[in-house]
Structures are given as C-alpha cells and as structure tokens.
C-alpha cells in the first residue's frame, strides 16, 4: 500500500539503522519499524532506538526543539511481551508507536492485540483522511463531504464495533496471569532460565561420530535472544533431514513444532541462505508456504521453531532433547538416484537381517560408493544396503484394493475377479470424494479420522457403489453417470485447481452428513465412470499445468519422487497406484513388535499391515514353482516397471512418501503411533518417510482392455 502511493520501501539491516536515520541521510519524514524480537530466531533488538534517533538529531546544528524529529519509530512488541517487561517508562523519549498481542501474553483471548501510541505523537496522526467507520466521527453530514470526527484517539481509529467479548475476558486473563505467575518479572527470570539450558543441552547433541544433530540459528554469536529457537535437524553426514518429517514424527510423540519461515521472509531468507531468485524459482513449480516441499536438492526450505513460556520446564526441554536422541542420532539418509531407480540399497542379502550385528550403508553419489558401517540397536536407522543385480523377476499380486471414495475405506477385489486397469489406473478406485459445504478442497481422513469407518464395495453387476457406516442404513449410489443428477462445482486437488460434479441427492447428502458430524456431499468425476462402459464422455476442466512439484520432467528439485499426471489420474494425490510387498509390510510389523517394550502398544502392533497402508496392489514372493527368487524388504525402491504378460503395463514413478495417516487404524479409526513412528526412524529416502511406490499406467487408449486379478505374475524390471 505504501508502495502504491508512492512512499518508498526499503528493508535494512538491524547494525545499519543509526546510519540510515542519522540527520545527513534523512530527506523527508520517515518511519523506522523493527521487532523487539524476531519471531523467526529470537534475537532481540533494544528497545532504546527511539532514544539513540532522537539523541542524534538533537545535536544536528538545525535541530528544531520544539518539532518531532523526521523519523517516527514503531516497534513489534508482540513476541517480546509475551515472556519480558514492556517497561518503556525507563526510557527518554521510547518509540512513537508499539504493538503487542494479548493472544501472546496470556494464550487467550485469540485475535486481540492493541496499538500503544505515545500521547506526544497523537497530534502528529494525519487519521481518517481517507476513509472511517462507524463509531469514529462524532457529527456527519448526509448531502456534504464533511464529517467531525470524535477527540480521542482511540474512538477515532477504533471502526465499528470494537471486540468487546474478547476484550471483557482479557480483564480475567489479566487475573489469572497475576495469580498464577506473580507479575511478568517473575515470568522472565524463568523463561531466561529455561533458555539457557535449551541452547546448551540441545547444541551439545551430538551423533557418535561428533557432527551435531541440530543446526541452532543463532543463539550462540554474542547476540541478546528470547525464549525462541530455529533449528534444523542434521543426520550423521552433515545432511539435513525434512523438517516436515520430523514435525510429524514429533506430533506422533505429543511434541508441538512450529515448522516453516514463520511468516518471516527476511530472517529466513538470511538464516537459510536463501536468495529472492530461488524463492521465485521455487513459487514458480508450484512450492508454497505450508506444504511439504521441505528441502530441495537437500537445501531445507523452512526450519523448525521451539518456543519457551511461563509454563515450560526444564523436564520439557529433556523430554524433547530425549526424542531427537532417539530418532535422530546416528541417523543417516537414504540418498535418492536419478530418474526412476529411486534407491539402491536394501537389505543385505544372505544376513539374517533380524541377527544382523552390523549395518552397512553404500550411499551412491555422483557414481561413487562410499561404505559405512555403524553398530546396530534396536532404534537405529534402516538395515539397508546394497543388493547385487539379479536381473528382472516375477512376483504374485496377494490382493487388489480400490478406493471408491477417496479417504474411506478400501474394498478388496474378491479373488480370481478380473479388474480392469484404465488410463486413470484401477477402474472407480477414487471416483469420488466428500466435500464440505462451501468448501473446496475434498475431507481426508487425516483430519475426519471417521472417514476410515465408511466402508466401500462395488456390485459389478448392478452397477452400484454401497456404503456402509455403523449404526447407518447401507447407502447404494449408481456408478452410471446418467442415473446421477449432477452438477459441476470446483475443487483443488494437491493445490491444482479441477472440476468435479456434485451429486445432487439430499439422501447421499444427509447420510455422509450424519456418518462424519459434519455437512457435506458426494462429489465425482464422471469420466471414471464413463469409463466402466468403455466411453469417455465429455473432459472435465483440469487447469493444471503439465508440470507439477512432484513432476519429474526437466525439474531436478522432484527427481526421484513421483510424477504427478493429474490430467490422467483420478482424486489420488500423487499418481495412480500405490503398490507394496508383503515382505516390507512384514519387516516393518517385526520392527514395531521390536520396539513394542519402549514405546509401542500391542494394539500398534496388531494393527500394523499391508492394508495400513491404503494399497491399490499388494504383492508377494512368487510360488517356488514359478522359478524366481523371493522378494527382499524394501528392494520395491529400486523397480523400473512391472509387466502384464510380455507387455509393459506401469512404470514406477517413484516412492510413496506417508504421513501420519498411515498411523490411523483403518477398522477402528483409532490414531496409533506405528507404524509412522517406526517408519520415521528406520525407512527414509532423501529425508522423506517413504513406504510403498507408485505406478502409473502406460496404457494407452487404444490399447485392448487390460486386466489384473489376485494371484497373477507380474514381471519386475530391475
């Protein structure tokens, strides 16, 4: 706004202020703005800047005595007050204007802050030049610009009605924060207290190997810092690991991260090193604030962010050191190949991998090996390594799983029933979706955990989808998209814009409703389901664009993760089929029964595999008749494609990369800690938890129907 009429903007250093406002670099009058801490670091900036512009130009020979000097001073208070005294009666002249937060100081109420305007600058404010509210003016004429506006300041910037609910509790949050802590003075001495002992404990983590588990923005140049800290997590190697990933893994454990740049372009494009083009650049492959884009070609995109306040103790700082120790030290990254062989190492073959006293790591880059080799304990990174060419082989599919309804539960294909395969991969898997009213983006089960409850089938023969939830009468929708009344309506889908059609039913409506506690409709597109009676019908809007951030082409930054063809896929998120073994679904159940007396309950460990994982196709070792060698754990990493027959039927677009969704039991909708947990210590590729890969299908349309059943071969190229 300031821009746009024409005030010039200009961000600067901390250490070249006085510079910058001293009497022979000064044109016009001008506001200087600066946080008292940063909310990103926690570095702190004296309050006394005011006290040092105004002592400058005093003795400048033109000073006027009796005039404001040219520079107005405004200061963010709001993440200093929170923790430390405002006592801005100690200085001599103090700031012109400061702003606090209420929410930051006592917790609640949420959304109130106020404005603290020195009374010697109030005459200075040119207020309501160009618009006012209700409430501000004390006298108005209808038929004439002119309006008297009331004396007080505050009414005068106070527009309509003020949030008086909010601003009636402050009175008891006032009394609670006194008998609770005795007075701000009493809160700061503690938050110092507790600060210091997180920058010595957390920076003195350290792997076996004397590389430091966190980097620590800060906190350790001389500089004065608050009760915040940014760090980023580091494996053995000096390697970052995904912020993102271990944000999830710490909310699996009852941690609470702030993770990202912390609305602070400035500080984080300091402390991560990041350069305005790149930020561009990155914008410009569809990377923005609060996805899971968290490093790129290992560079960390954002950080993690503790904060300390009047109820946090040293036990705490403990309990969070312990947790980095556990999950993160000696912990070392799977390196991520190029194109689509993603990892090459799994177990080592020939150990058994359950006895095995040794890990062995070979982490290719730029084609050189290099092996390490660490002791191994119950907690420690992945048993992976390096598995010697055995050329292609052949694998059995164990179960087929489709996902009628996006989020919900899968329905298995009933065994020795051909299903076919389309150009947008299993037919009806994830046809539909629910929608909230109003809303544009479709429920997931991460948030609506009762998603998992809605259990789905498919009646082939009378073409209907069936729902059932407990408690409910079962739900039939047809799959033949005539018999629907539909109406098109828009929906983001991983941030792409597309177009879905509603089904306009109040009964489909008021049973999705009454299942999840919440309004909400069944929405579909209807090419997938055009595409059961062998036509396509119209195309629906898609406005996404060819490349995507998970699109591998010409994009270097989503190399070894999984393309993204949205125009051919259907509400999946990422790519068409999810594919898993048996064989790792097994390891991973034998490393949570491992880790069971530590931190695991029984119910995790019953209620870990294949399915936890919401496959579309489960395979397994083939049949010792079938004269091919069995499937390795984890050796699903390194697949190429898989053949139907003597044809290419799906290429392997790379790993699954899983969230804590895969922690929600899918029959009892219960959140557990594994196997996420578990998967986060032991299986990541390039930092990022990865379990399963995907496929997509390279059939074309004039390719004869194509079709797969449980107890197939399907042929593995390596």
Not at 121 to 126: A, C, D, M, V
Not at 519 to 546: H, I, N, Q, V
Not at 567 to 590: P, Y
Request: charged content about 20%; overall charge negative; hydrophobic content about 40%.
């Amino acid at each position: 706004m300031a821009t746009e009429r024409g005030v010039a903007v200009r961000p600067v250093a901390f250490s070249q202020i006085y510079n910058i406002t001293a009497p022979k670099n000064t044109r016009a009058c001008s506001l200087l703005a600066y946080p008292a801490q940063c909310n990103f670091s926690g570095e702190r900036f004296p309050l006394e800047v005011a006290d040092e512009i105004n002592r400058i130009h005093e003795q400048a020979p033109d000073h006027d005595s009796e005039a404001h000097i040219p520079w107005w001073v405004l200061v963010d208070a709001a993440a200093y007050a929170a923790t430390s005294p405002l006592a801005l009666g100690d200085l001599r002249n103090g700031p012109d204007f400061v702003s606090v937060s209420m929410y930051k100081i006592f917790g609640a109420p949420t959304g109130l802050g106020a404005l603290l305007i020195k009374r010697s600058s109030i005459p200075h404010l040119n207020t309501k030049q160009h618009f006012f509210g209700g409430g501000t003016v004390a006298a108005l004429a209808f038929d004439k610009q002119w309006q008297k506006f009331r004396h007080d300041i505050e009414s005068r910037m106070e527009d309509g009605t003020v949030n008086f609910q909010d601003i009636v509790s402050l009175h008891h949050a006032l009394d609670a924060h006194e008998r609770n802590y005795g007075s701000i003075y009493n809160v700061s001495l503690h938050v110092s207290s507790v600060t210091r002992y997180a920058e010595s404990v957390i920076s003195a983590l350290r792997h076996s190997n004397g590389l430091p588990i966190c980097l620590v923005y800060g906190h350790s140049d001389g500089c004065a810092y608050g009760p915040t800290m940014a760090f980023n997590v580091k494996d053995a190697q000096g390697r970052y690991v995904g912020y993102v990933e271990v944000e999830r893994l710490a909310v699996m454990n009852g941690i609470a991260l702030r993770t990202g740049r912390f609305c602070n372009p400035g500080s984080s494009q300091r402390w991560l090193d990041l350069e305005a083009d790149e930020i561009v650049k990155y914008s410009s492959l569809g990377f923005v604030c609060g996805d899971d884009n968290d490093l790129v070609n290992g560079k960390p995109l954002g950080a993690l962010r503790i904060s300390f306040g009047a109820m946090t103790s040293k036990v705490d700082i403990d309990l969070f050191c312990d947790f980095l120790v556990r999950h993160f030290k000696d912990y070392m990254l799977l390196d991520g190949s190029c194109t689509q062989s993603v990892v090459d190492t799994v177990n080592t073959l020939g150990v058994p991998r359950r006895q095995s006293d040794e890990v062995s790591y070979k982490l290719t880059q730029q084609n050189t090996i290099q092996t390490i080799t660490t002791p191994s304990t119950p907690l420690s990174a992945t048993t992976v390594t390096g598995i010697p060419e055995h050329g292609d082989i052949q694998v059995e599919i164990d179960k087929i799983v489709i996902y009628p309804v996006k989020s919900c539960h899968g329905w298995v294909v009933p065994a020795g029933v051909d299903w076919a395969i389309t150009r947008f991969g299993l037919l009806f898997d994830r046809s539909f979706v629910i929608m909230r009213e109003n809303g544009t983006v479709p429920m997931q089960q991460k948030k609506y955990p009762n998603m998992a409850l809605i259990r789905t089938g498919v009646d082939v023969e009378r073409s209907v989808l069936v729902l059932e939830f407990p408690g409910q009468s079962p739900l039939e929708i047809s799959l033949i998209p005539e018999n629907l009344a539909l109406q098109g309506t828009e929906s983001r889908i991983c941030g792409n814009e597309k177009q879905v059609s509603r089904i306009l039913s109040d009964d489909i409506s008021s049973w999705l409703s009454s299942a999840l506690s919440v309004s909400c409709y069944l929405a579909c597109d209807p090419r997938l389901l055009w595409a059961s009676a062998g036509t396509e019908g119209d195309e629906l809007t898609d406005t996404s664009s060819d490349t995507t951030p998970f699109d591998n082409s010409g994009n270097d930054e989503g190399r070894g993760f999984s393309c993204t063809r949205r125009g051919n896929i259907s509400f999946a998120n990422e790519s068409q089929i999810l594919l898993v073994t048996q064989e790792s679904a097994q390891q991973v159940e034998e490393w949570v029964a491992e880790e069971s007396l530590s931190e695991v309950s029984s119910s995790d460990i019953n209620s870990v595999g294949p399915m936890q994982y919401r496959p579309n196709i489960i395979v397994k070792s083939a049949a010792p008749e079938a004269m091919t060698r069995a499937i390795e754990p984890f050796e699903e990493l390194k697949w190429e494609s898989v053949n139907i027959g003597f044809r290419r039927a799906f290429i392997v677009s790379g790993p699954c990369r899983r969230c804590q969704m895969i922690s929600i039991d899918q029959n009892s909708a219960k959140t557990l800690k594994a196997p996420y947990s578990t998967l986060a210590r032991r299986m990541r590729v390039d930092g990022k938890v990865v379990f399963g890969i995907y496929l997509d299908s390279v059939m074309d349309d004039d390719n004869a129907l194509v079709t797969i059943r449980s107890g197939k071969l399907l042929g593995i190229a390596t």
